[in-house]
């Protein structure tokens, strides 16, 4: 075992791999410092880094998703423009879009086939033939698109656990905070998040940990004829399980409540502009109907069908056999888990770094659930 990962190490010892593991610990500063980092902080290194990637890939496939999510947002900062808040306009475009190209980069990879399939046209019509592909990737052993995906994975879930922990220790040491239900934000000077907001930074480490236990579990199913027949169908009932499970705690939560004030006043004013009544904090607890409330369905329902498009590029992730299924469930779990956070906190629309890494990490589905297939 030890000679197969001394000879894994060396086929993957070049000049590209380097660079991504440089930009790995780009990953675990953002994991430990996301709480202080400024957005425009984040967008001038994200958007260096799409710039360059986009030069050096020339091309990945077309995205609709991404259509939606930059209507909605453009929208937005129109709104935002004219209502007293032109000086948050660049973010309130920019941010989203470059998250979600940032994850869409961070995964992508030139393909390693020398030729690829074109349609020309001749006199006697369109023909398919093979031609030599100016893209390929010349360089042997590089990091594929899930090895890509799982570093990254491992290096916030550092950064973000630290922090998390971090968080854990000072408020420790504040009992009356602590009594309240709050907890302190390394970094930010006696400011402190709800407890969601803190076990949520565990997100990514979480997502290892399902990760590998499913890993184990298929592995031990294939050891198992019958076992190993209807592991997929385990997988599922468990999440199955587990999903109905939280939907009975949110039903008799009172942010259900918050939800259901929050589609009405939605439906009957549906440009916005209203106040929730149920959560003290004026919010519905759910930062998509947060959205709708501030700038109306012209921004809300763009942001709803990015919404319903990411979930059916997951499904094509979970069904895609070239995938590996560490990182799949590693994907999933971490997109199912940030929207969660989306739906249930009041702080999300506030603390917004979760939705931004959620947006990374649907960039990064939309890319791999394609993995495998010719172009």
């Not at 050891?223 to 009975?248: D, E, M, P, T, Y």
């Amino acid at each position: 075992m030890i000679t197969d990962i001394k000879n894994y190490l060396k086929s993957k010892t070049n000049i590209k791999n380097g660079l991504f593991l440089v930009l790995c610990l780009v990953l675990v500063h953002y994991g430990l410092y996301y709480g202080i980092l400024t957005n425009v902080r984040v967008m001038i290194i994200a958007g260096v880094f799409i710039v360059a990637r986009s030069i050096y890939l020339t091309r990945i496939p077309f995205d609709i998703n991404m259509l939606f999510l930059f209507e909605g947002f453009v929208v937005k900062a129109m709104l935002d423009q004219h209502t007293g808040k032109a000086w948050k306009v660049l973010t309130t475009l920019a941010m989203p879009v470059l998250m979600y190209l940032f994850g869409k980069y961070l995964v992508a990879v030139r393909s390693t086939k020398k030729t690829k399939t074109v349609t020309k046209i001749t006199p006697e019509g369109p023909v398919k033939a093979e031609v030599a592909n100016p893209t390929v990737e010349k360089t042997t052993g590089v990091f594929t698109a899930c090895e890509r995906a799982v570093l990254s994975a491992f290096s916030v879930a550092i950064g973000m656990t630290i922090y998390g922990l971090m968080n854990y220790h000072l408020t420790r040491e504040n009992q009356v905070i602590a009594r309240m239900g709050y907890y302190f934000l390394a970094f930010r000077d006696g400011e402190f998040s709800s407890k969601n907001t803190f076990l949520f930074s565990f997100i990514p480490v979480a997502s290892i940990v399902v990760a590998i236990l499913s890993f184990v579990f298929y592995k031990l199913a294939a050891k198992n004829q019958r076992l190993n027949k209807i592991k997929h169908f385990v997988l599922l009932g468990v999440f199955v399980v587990i999903s109905l499970i939280a939907i009975r705690i949110y039903v008799g939560d009172i942010r259900f409540e918050a939800f259901k004030e929050g589609v009405h006043l939605m439906v009957v004013q549906h440009w916005g502009n209203f106040n929730f009544t149920v959560l003290e904090l004026d919010t519905s607890g759910n930062m998509w109907l947060d959205y709708g409330r501030e700038s109306g369905i012209m921004v809300l329902i763009p942001i709803l069908i990015f919404f319903g498009l990411t979930i059916k590029d997951t499904i094509q992730l979970a069904l895609n056999k070239s995938v590996g299924i560490f990182t799949k469930t590693l994907l999933i779990t971490a997109f199912v888990l940030f929207n969660v956070y989306y739906f249930i906190e009041s702080d999300a629309f506030i603390f917004q770094f979760y939705w931004f890494a959620g947006l990374a990490v649907s960039g990064a589905i939309s890319v791999l659930r394609l993995s495998g297939k010719e172009d």
